[in-house]
């Protein structure tokens, strides 16, 4: 069965600061990685990585792959209040349905 | 306006009852997918559909049953079959060829 950890499971930072999101997995058949952000209701969809090494960049944030050791991270730089949300990783097996397997999220708090 | 739409977007029943959750999308994606969120816990996969006429179990399918009559159509029925139906439903989509799914708004179902 598909595994997908995320740490910490919740984090208050300053406004500011910089945090950097954790997730591993364990997946069978293992196509890509993708990270959400998730405020009030729809995920949206922030980066998909599907290969090592290859840092993924849009603005402020940014992520990388690590495949021989099943993780990824998100890094937030500059944080600002509007980066509060949970983020959510997932990770997508190599069958035809494309069937996405999510981590609990990490919760991020920026206060003023 | 193109995109994903779920409604309603808050939904009381009774237990014992049957309720359908809607979801329609204008964005001409071949694959649609049903996840439910609980509090501290990931997005799980209840049912998906790759084309029309056709639909697969997810991991926590028992309770729950679909159908995929349109294109643009992916509607959920929560039966009184589901032990613990109070979350929130979250519709996705994703264009064959494509890995990213998107999602709806969602649709937070409260059981009384």
């Known amino acids: 069965e598909d595994k997908v950890v995320q740490s910490p499971l919740s984090l208050v930072v300053h406004e500011g600061d910089t945090v950097t999101l954790n997730c591993s997995y364990e997946?069978?058949?293992?196509?890509?990685l993708l990270w959400y952000k998730q405020e009030k209701k729809a995920p949206t969809f922030l980066f998909m990585l599907t290969s090592s090494g290859i840092e993924k960049k849009s603005g402020r944030l940014s992520s990388i792959l690590d495949k021989k050791e099943l993780f990824s991270i998100l890094n937030i730089t500059a944080t600002q209040t509007g980066d509060s949300a949970i983020y959510l990783c997932?990770?997508?097996?190599?069958?035809?349905?494309?069937?996405?397997?999510f981590g609990t999220g990490t919760r991020l708090q920026v206060t003023l | 306006d193109g995109g994903i739409t779920q409604s309603p977007k808050y939904l009381f029943r009774k237990e014992g009852q049957n309720v359908t959750l809607s979801c329609e999308q204008n964005l001409n994606h071949d694959a649609m997918y049903w996840y439910r969120q609980d509090p501290g816990q990931g997005l799980r996969l209840i049912y998906y559909?790759?084309?029309?006429?056709?639909?697969q179990k997810g991991d926590i399918a028992e309770g729950y049953s679909v159908s995929r009559e349109k294109k643009e159509s992916f509607p959920l029925t929560v039966t009184s079959a589901q032990k613990n139906p109070t979350a929130f439903y979250l519709c996705?989509?994703?264009?064959?060829?494509?890995?990213?799914?998107?999602f709806g708004p969602g649709t937070r179902l409260t059981v009384l």
């Open positions: 997946v069978t058949n293992f196509r890509s």
């Open positions: 997932a990770v997508m097996d190599t069958g035809t349905a494309s069937k996405l397997t």
């Open positions: 559909s790759q084309i029309v006429n056709d639909f």
């Open positions: 996705a989509t994703r264009l064959a060829g494509e890995r990213k799914q998107f």
